[in-house]
Nanobody, 126 residues
Framework: QVQLVESGGGLVQAGGSLRLSCAAS????????MGWFRQAPGKEREFVAG??????????YYADSVKGRFTISRDDAKNTVYLQMNSLKPEDTAVYYC?????????????????WGQGTQVTVSS
């Protein structure tokens, strides 16, 4: 099992940046596919970014809405996954969740993920 704790959310003006962290305990993050999802009020949870499990290449994937602005990365030594968010827009406002999947066969599918953090609020003001 793995336990996930997100941090780094907050209030930022449009055009600003934030870096979210997802600290894992229990097992190393490289043995999971790791994903970031977000959920805005009244909307379904949506995929933001993911990084595949090491034996699938450890590749990064992004939703079209954040491609070129967000970067997912993994620090195995710190057992932490990051989401660097630049050029933030008001529509990026949501609760952001970190998740882990033992297989990650479809990295954008939240049903693939069995472990979730508690979420961290990101608010982007216009």
């Amino acid at each position: 099992q793995v336990q996930l704790v997100e941090s780094g959310g907050g209030l930022v003006q449009a055009g600003g940046s934030l870096r979210l962290s997802c600290a894992a305990s229990g097992r190393t993050v490289s043995t999971y596919a790791m994903g970031w999802f977000r959920q805005a009020p009244g909307k379904e949870r949506e995929f933001v970014a993911g990084i595949s499990i090491w034996w699938r290449g450890g590749s990064a994937y992004y939703a079209d809405s954040v491609k070129g602005r967000f970067t997912i990365s993994r620090d195995d030594a710190k057992n932490t996954v990051y989401l660097q968010m630049n050029s933030l827009k008001p529509e990026d406002t949501a609760v952001y969740y970190c998740a882990a999947s033992r297989t990650g066969a479809t990295i954008s599918n939240p049903m693939e993920y069995g472990y979730w953090g508690q979420g961290t609020q990101v608010t982007v003001s216009s």
